[in-house]
C-alpha cells in the first residue's frame, strides 16, 4: 500500500551532472547547466517514485532514470547476469539457456554493456589525460582469432596495457587475410565470401596504428617505454608518434613464455582475455560470427579487468584493488552494480 506523503524517492540525493540530451549545449562538460526540479513520477516496476528534472538551456524535462544503465529497459534485471556472464566464458546461447532469455535479447544487453564500457573507458581516460597522463611503461600484443571460419576469415586483435598495473588501455580489432595454402574447397568457399564481403585484406597495420595513437593520447610526457615483439611495423609506429622520447625494447617472440620473460604482463593479458571471453577461446565452437561483435564483448571484459576485478589474482589483497584505482582513475574497486548502474559515466564519482 502506498501512503501519498511518504515519497520513496528511488536514488535519493542524485544531483544531474549535465543534461543528458547530447544535442543540447548544457550536455558538454564545462558548460553551465542550470536546472530545477519537475515533480515526480511513479514507478510502476519497483513501486519507488521517481525524480524528474528540466534543463533551463533547452527546456527538455528528464529524470533520474535517463542516467541510468536500465533506462527503458523491459527487463531491467537482465543486465547484471549478462555481465557475469560476459566475462565468464559463457556463450550468448548458453547465458540464453541458463536465463530462458532468447538469444537476441542476449545479444541486445552484449550491446548495450558495450555502449556502457566504452563511455566509461572513454570517460577514465579523458581524467587520466587531463591529469598529466596514465602511465609512461606499456607493452602491447596482437591475438588471432576468427569470425566464422578460422582459415577464411581470421581477425587480428591488438590489446596495449599499461606495465604496472595491468591497465588495458587500448583495444582493437582487425581482419586478416585468409590462411594460405587453402585446400580446393576452401578456396571456392573464399571466392564465393569474397564476391560478397571484397577481398579480405590485414587490417592489422591500422589496427596497431591506432594503438598506438591512444598510447601517444595517454602517456605522461617524457621518456615514454614501450615493450613489444619483434613484428617491423610495430618499430615504425612507435617512431613516427614518440620521436626522440621511445625507448623500444624489442623481445623475441620464440623466448620462453611465462614470468621471466619481459612479455609477461602483456602475454598475460592476452591469456587472461582468451579466459575470459568465451569467442576468444582457442579450439571452440563459440567464436566469433561477426568482427564488430567481438570487439563489443573485448570492450565489455576490458571495463570488467580495469574497474571491477582485482589488478593481481595474488596476493589476496591485490584481488581487493582494480588497476584503475592503482592508476588513481577511481576511488575503490567497484561492484559490478556499482560499475554497471548508471550509464553516464558522469554519475559514478572517480
Ligand atoms: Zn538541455
Known amino acids: 500500500m502506498r501512503y501519498p506523503f511518504q515519497l520513496q524517492l528511488r536514488d535519493k540525493d542524485f544531483v544531474p551532472p549535465r543534461c543528458p540530451r547530447e544535442e543540447c549545449p548544457a550536455h558538454q562538460l564545462g558548460t553551465p547547466f542550470p536546472w530545477t526540479y519537475r515533480g515526480t513520477f511513479y514507478r510502476k516496476v519497483d513501486g519507488l517514485d521517481v525524480q524528474r528534472f528540466q534543463c533551463l538551456t533547452c527546456r527538455r524535462s528528464f529524470s533520474t532514470q535517463t542516467f541510468r544503465t ?3 529497459l523491459r527487463r531491467p534485471e537482465t543486465v547484471l547476469p549478462n555481465f557475469v556472464a560476459a566475462n565468464s566464458k559463457t556463450t550468448l546461447r548458453k547465458m540464453g539457456r541458463n536465463y530462458e532469455l532468447s538469444r537476441s ?3 541486445r544487453r552484449q550491446k548495450l554493456l558495450a555502449t556502457h564500457a566504452r563511455r566509461f573507458h572513454e570517460h577514465r581516460l579523458q581524467l587520466a589525460r587531463a591529469r598529466g597522463g596514465l602511465g609512461s611503461r606499456f607493452q602491447f600484443d596482437e591475438l588471432e582469432s576468427y569470425e566464422q571460419h578460422r582459415k577464411l576469415k581470421p581477425l587480428t586483435g591488438c590489446v596495449a596495457i ?3 598495473t595491468g591497465f588495458i588501455v587500448h583495444t582493437d580489432v582487425e581482419t586478416l587475410p585468409a590462411r594460405k595454402p587453402l585446400k580446393k574447397g576452401e578456396a571456392a568457399i573464399l571466392k564465393r565470401i569474397e564476391a560478397v564481403e571484397g577481398v579480405r585484406r590485414s587490417g592489422s597495420r591500422q589496427a596497431v596504428q591506432r594503438t598506438v595513437e591512444a598510447l601517444g593520447r595517454f602517456a605522461r610526457a617524457g621518456e615514454v617505454k614501450v615493450t613489444t615483439d619483434k613484428k617491423s611495423s610495430y618499430c615504425t609506429a612507435l617512431e613516427r608518434e614518440f620521436g626522440d622520447r621511445l625507448k623500444h625494447t624489442r623481445i623475441d617472440g620464440r623466448r620462453e ?8 604482463p602483456i602475454n598475460h593479458t592476452l591469456a ?5 571471453v568465451s569467442r576468444l577461446v582457442r579450439q571452440t565452437w563459440a567464436a566469433a560470427k561477426k568482427r564488430e561483435r567481438l570487439a563489443d564483448h573485448i570492450a565489455i ?14 596476493p589476496a589483497e591485490r584481488q581487493r584493488v582494480s588497476a584503475a584505482q592503482v592508476l588513481g582513475l577511481a576511488t575503490r574497486r567497484y561492484t559490478p552494480q556499482e560499475y554497471l548502474y548508471w550509464l553516464d559515466p558522469l554519475c559514478l564519482a572517480a
Open 70 to 72: 536500465d533506462y527503458r
Open 272 to 276: 587472461r582475455l582468451r579466459d575470459l
Open 301 to 314: 571484459t576490458t571495463g570488467f579487468r580495469n574497474y571491477v576485478d582485482g589488478w593481481r589474482s595474488e
Open 105 to 107: 535479447h542476449v545479444a
Open 257 to 264: 613464455r611465462g614470468n621471466r620473460n619481459p612479455l609477461f
Open 162 to 164: 599499461e606495465v604496472e
